[in-house]
């Protein structure tokens, strides 16, 4: 029989779908509920008859949860979350009473006490029991369906009674139908967008005079007058479906002529025994330095240090189900690549370092109830989103009480011996005594390798190693199961099983990732002093609208170790995570960490702040400098004689007074390339001026003195 696992969604054809609510320890069945029906109750399923359509295809697993509840609340409103904190906490005690719950008379007395505690009805509380089993089984199944409220994006049908809000006025108002808006639409296709002169107001009175007024005769004047035939449409139902069924932009591009838009308003887009019951109730997490010096994958000459060793172990089996090795770390990043490890598929983790397993050697890619730590990486916000989305419990030892944590310790001490006498770079106890051996000048493996040592030690102990000191259940003397991880994961999955859960990996590392607001700008979307961009943002004219109207916030998650992707989180339905790539404006950041930039961002910030003092120098000069220009003139202008002509006198010989100027000026700048006051033996050619067509005696300027020099030369070509 295939592995059935609590939230697991079983498909029964196209007739309904069952999520899996409860499996009974003793194996007896399972407990499920219908997802698609909006009456449905929790029912039970024996192992037998489950068994028997699974072996006979009539149900199988079903891989994609659409109805699994937001795995974030990054972009929650506050008011959303406390209803759904509300929401949770009438429930909790009810829902975590299992298999009470599932019971009709159990249950129906839990709803008797939460209809005296808090006032609701059975209805009420139905429903928000029946969206906690239909949708996955977390706190945000709670969350309010507010998006799926008023048919957004839907077109309503047109019928005798006004669509809309009400008027602020006595008029009634009027529905737009299909034929009204093709009126909108030939206007603005014919009129606005080719006539840049003409605003919004502009075209909706076009389409009120052409098409909703009749020409009258005024009474007083005897003239024809155009009156409107009440009702007619509003200004803003004409603004709202001109943006509905327009491409604004396109038809913004052709009001600016595409050579103006592009130039000007286009998209910017260049330059992580006794409080257990079975496998995955609870699971301990822990870092160590290992005791190790490793050398550089690219140049082996070079040591790179210690890595950092981070072990998630089971604590009912003893199993190590997730690890990470590298330099991240203690922190979050390496405690998120360690429960990211958890979540994910064993077998092709250890092909990335030429290990070949099957899913028997290494079954554990689950996510647990309870994840304990010490007050380290699992105090911080990071782990925020993880306790939300998939409803695990985080607890933190008390300061100074590892032993609080001792099952992950011991590990610690366990892993090293099978590897310590056989690799070089291995720390001895000596390494700190007078005369001891410099253990770093040892150094032979990289990470890769070091890594490949930990999974194969990992392996032989899940697989191998006895439990000398584990208290077994005296179930399983009876059934004579060997204290051997293995071997008690599976008898605890046979017997106890009722805590693991399984997610999308991807899914899991996503929300592990750390989430923050992004800016969408006329350049890409913003971050950390970067630019990105994607499909979603292109299609929907982030960039055109940004730069248009004005920028907004927009929830990302970001991978700080590698900062080409951010995450976007696309709110359509269920939460799902676009990745957004850099843009060419922010090539020269490809491949650099967060860290990295920052530390760019702050140098180009310093180095800007040291050249200020410079900068105020200079300006301050220019303005000395423009100053001093203008009092010379000044006292020229004060000193110059006045020939008693009037204001009138001087405006009016403004030409004259140009013409003079400029004749100056050209015997000024003319070019010479001979000695001065030397004679050309040549004598000079004399230019005819050309014959005005009016009597205007100016002297003529350079463009015409050429053009009569070119004619004249035209004329003595032989």
């Given at each position: 029989?295939t592995?059935?696992?609590v939230?697991?969604l079983?498909?029964?054809g196209?007739e309904?779908t069952?999520?899996?609510l409860?499996?009974d320890?003793?194996?007896?069945?399972f407990?499920?509920i219908?997802v698609?029906s909006?009456?449905?109750?929790p029912?039970?399923?024996?192992?037998?008859?489950?068994?028997?359509?699974?072996?006979t295809k009539?149900?199988?697993?079903?891989?994609n949860?659409p109805w699994?509840?937001?795995?974030?609340d990054?972009?929650?409103?506050?008011a959303?979350?406390?209803?759904?904190?509300?929401a949770?906490?009438i429930?909790a005690?009810m829902?975590?009473d299992?298999p009470?719950?599932?019971?009709?008379?159990?249950?129906?007395?839990a709803?008797?006490r939460?209809i005296?505690?808090?006032?609701l009805t059975k209805q009420?509380?139905?429903r928000?029991?029946?969206r906690?089993?239909q949708?996955?089984?977390?706190?945000n199944?709670q969350?309010?369906?507010f998006?799926?409220c008023?048919g957004?994006?839907?077109e309503r049908?047109?019928?005798?009674?006004?669509?809309?809000?009400?008027p602020?006025s006595?008029?009634?108002?009027?529905?737009?139908?299909?034929?009204?808006?093709?009126?909108f639409?030939?206007?603005?296709?014919?009129k606005?967008?080719?006539?840049?002169k003409?605003?919004?107001?502009?075209?909706?009175?076009e389409?009120?005079?052409s098409h909703?007024?009749?020409r009258?005769?005024?009474e007083h004047t005897?003239?024809q007058?155009?009156?409107?035939?009440?009702?007619?449409?509003?200004?803003?139902q004409?603004?709202?479906?001109?943006?509905?069924?327009?491409?604004?932009?396109q038809?913004?591009?052709?009001?600016?002529?595409?050579r103006v838009?592009?130039?000007?308003?286009r998209a910017?887009?260049?330059s992580?025994l006794?409080?257990?019951?079975?496998?995955?109730?609870?699971?301990?997490i822990?870092?160590t330095?290992?005791d190790?010096?490793?050398?550089s994958r690219y140049?082996r000459?070079?040591?790179?240090?210690r890595?950092?060793l981070?072990?998630?172990?089971?604590v009912?089996?003893?199993?190590?189900v997730?690890?990470?090795?590298?330099?991240e770390g203690?922190?979050?990043v390496g405690?998120?690549?360690?429960?990211?490890?958890?979540?994910?598929?064993?077998v092709?983790?250890c092909?990335?370092?030429?290990i070949d397993i099957t899913?028997?050697?290494w079954?554990c890619h689950?996510?647990p109830d309870?994840?304990l730590?010490?007050?380290?990486?699992l105090i911080?916000?990071g782990?925020?989103?993880?306790?939300t989305?998939f409803?695990?419990?985080?607890?933190n030892?008390?300061?100074?009480r590892?032993?609080?944590?001792?099952v992950v310790?011991?590990?610690?001490?366990l892993?090293?011996?099978?590897?310590?006498?056989?690799?070089?770079?291995?720390?001895?106890e000596?390494f700190?005594?007078?005369?001891?051996?410099?253990?770093?000048l040892?150094?032979?493996l990289?990470?890769?390798?070091?890594t490949?040592i930990?999974?194969h030690?990992?392996?032989y102990?899940?697989?191998h190693?006895p439990?000398?000191?584990?208290?077994r259940?005296?179930?399983?003397?009876?059934?004579e199961?060997?204290?051997?991880p293995?071997?008690?994961?599976?008898?605890?999955i046979a017997r106890?099983s009722?805590f693991?859960?399984?997610?999308?990996a991807?899914?899991?590392?996503?929300s592990?990732?750390p989430?923050?607001?992004?800016?969408?700008?006329?350049s890409?979307?913003?971050?950390?002093g970067c630019?990105?961009?994607?499909?979603?943002?292109l299609e929907e004219?982030?960039?055109?609208?940004?730069r248009?109207?004005?920028?907004?916030?927009?929830p990302i998650?970001?991978?700080?170790?590698?900062?080409?992707?951010?995450?976007?989180?696309?709110?359509?339905?269920?939460?799902?995570?676009?990745?957004?790539?850099l843009?060419?404006k922010?090539r020269?950041?490809?491949?650099?960490t967060?860290w990295e930039i920052?530390?760019?961002?702050?140098?180009?910030?310093?180095?800007h702040r040291?050249?200020?003092?410079q900068?105020?120098?200079?300006?301050?000069?220019?303005?000395e400098?423009?100053?001093?220009?203008v009092?010379?003139?000044?006292a020229?202008?004060d000193?110059?004689?006045?020939?008693?002509?009037s204001?009138?006198?001087?405006?009016?010989?403004?030409?004259?007074?140009?013409r003079?100027?400029?004749?100056?000026?050209?015997e000024?700048?003319?070019?010479r390339?001979?000695k001065?006051?030397?004679?050309?033996s040549?004598?000079?050619k004399?230019l005819?001026?050309?014959?005005?067509?009016q009597?205007?005696y100016s002297?003529?300027?350079i463009?015409?003195?050429?053009r009569s020099?070119?004619r004249?030369?035209?004329?003595?070509t032989?």
């Open positions: 029989m592995e059935i696992l939230n697991q079983l498909g029964f196209d309904r069952e999520r899996v409860w499996v320890p003793l194996g007896r069945g407990y499920v219908d698609r909006p009456h449905a109750l029912a039970f399923r024996t192992t037998q008859e489950l068994s028997g359509l699974l072996d009539a149900v199988g697993v079903v891989e949860d699994l509840a937001p795995l974030t990054a972009h929650v409103p506050d959303h979350k406390e209803k759904r904190d509300t949770w906490a429930i005690p829902v975590l299992q009470a719950v599932f019971q009709p008379d159990a249950r129906g007395r709803i008797q939460a005296a505690e808090t006032g009420t509380l139905y928000m029991l029946r906690y089993w949708r996955g089984m977390t706190p199944t969350l309010p369906d998006n799926k008023g957004r994006g839907k049908a047109v019928l005798e009674k006004k669509r809309g809000r009400k602020s006595k008029e009634v108002g009027i529905n737009v139908d299909p034929e009204m808006r093709n009126l639409r030939a206007v603005v296709t014919r606005f967008a080719t006539n840049r003409l605003d919004l107001r502009d075209a909706y009175e389409v009120i005079s909703f007024s009749d009258v005769i005024d005897g003239r007058v155009l009156v409107p035939r009440l009702p007619v449409p509003t200004l803003r004409f603004r709202y479906w001109f943006e509905r069924d327009n491409d604004v932009f038809i913004e591009r052709l009001r600016r002529t595409p838009y592009d130039k000007d308003m910017l887009m260049n992580s006794g409080e257990t019951v079975g496998p995955g109730s609870r699971f301990q822990d870092a330095i290992a190790i010096y490793l050398v140049d000459r070079k040591i790179v240090g890595p950092v981070y072990i998630v172990i089971d009912f089996t003893r199993m190590v997730g690890m990470y090795a590298g330099f203690p922190s979050w405690a998120m690549m360690a429960i990211a490890n958890t979540a994910s598929d064993k092709t983790y092909r990335q370092f030429g899913e028997a050697d079954p689950h996510l309870t994840l730590g010490d007050r380290g990486e911080g916000t782990v925020d989103t993880l306790c989305n409803h695990v419990h985080v607890e030892t008390a300061p100074y590892a032993d609080w944590k001792g310790e011991q590990r610690f001490r892993l090293p011996a099978k590897y310590k006498p056989y690799v070089p770079g291995y720390i001895e000596d700190q005594e007078r005369g001891g051996k410099d253990y770093r040892d150094a032979t990289d990470i890769d390798q070091f490949a930990i999974i030690c990992i392996l102990y899940n697989n190693h439990l000398d000191r584990y208290d259940h005296p179930q399983m003397i009876a059934d199961v060997p204290a051997i293995i071997d008690l994961w599976e008898w605890g106890r009722g693991l859960r399984a997610f999308p991807d899914l899991v590392k996503l592990l990732l989430t923050d607001q992004a800016t969408a700008t006329a890409g979307i913003r971050y950390a630019f990105y961009s994607c499909r979603k943002a004219h982030w960039f055109e609208r940004a248009q109207r004005g920028v907004w916030k927009v998650s970001y991978e700080p170790r590698c900062m080409d992707e951010i995450y976007l989180h696309d709110n359509a339905g269920r939460l799902n995570f676009i990745a957004c790539g843009t060419d922010s020269h950041h490809r491949g650099r967060l920052d530390q760019l961002r702050q140098e180009e910030r310093r180095q040291a050249h200020q003092p900068k105020t120098q200079a300006r301050i000069n220019l303005t400098s423009i100053k001093g220009i009092e010379q003139a000044q020229m202008r000193g110059a004689p006045t020939d008693g002509a204001d009138w006198e001087r405006v009016r010989n403004i030409r004259a007074n140009r003079e100027e400029r004749r100056e000026k050209q000024q700048e003319a070019f390339f001979g001065p006051g030397a004679a050309e040549e004598p000079a004399v005819p001026f050309p014959a005005p067509t009597d205007d002297t003529p300027d463009t015409e003195i050429l020099f070119n004249d030369k035209d004329d003595d032989p």
